[in-house]
Nanobody, 122 residues
Framework: EVQLVESGGGLVQAGGSLRLACVAS????????IGWFRQAPGKQREGVSL????????IYTSSVKGRFTISSDNAKNTVYLQMNNLKPEDTAVYYC???????????????WGQGTQVTVSS
């Protein structure tokens, strides 16, 4: 059974930083794409960043490039999202997701975590 457990959300002022973590289990880490999506109130879920299953490259949506960094620790089956220079528009519930193939512009995946709230105050 695939399980994804996120942590690390919270309340931070604009310009601050947070690091999200997603501990994964129930599948072979290197065989899947794993990434982060977010959903703000009243908005559709959108892709933030992911690690490609083909070459393990990192992919980002344009609004977070240069501010967010995705990384993984295969020994711990954990993927991280380091978020720097946070902005109020980054406020959302952040979800970890896994599938054989993920695309940052398509908010669909076979498996989702429960989400963690990130709130950025101005």
């Amino acid at each position: 059974e695939v399980q994804l457990v996120e942590s690390g959300g919270g309340l931070v002022q604009a310009g601050g930083s947070l690091r999200l973590a997603c501990v994964a289990s129930g599948f072979t880490f290197d065989d899947y794409s794993i990434g982060w999506f977010r959903q703000a109130p009243g908005k559709q879920r959108e892709g933030v960043s992911l690690i490609s299953s083909s070459d393990r490259s990192a992919i980002y949506t344009s609004s977070v490039k240069g501010r967010f960094t995705i990384s993984s620790d295969n020994a711990k089956n954990t993927v991280y999202l380091q978020m720097n220079n946070l902005k109020p528009e980054d406020t959302a519930v952040y979800y970890c997701a896994v599938d054989r193939i993920l695309r940052v512009w398509v908010p669909a995946a076979s498996y989702w975590g429960q989400g963690t709230q990130v709130t950025v105050s101005s």
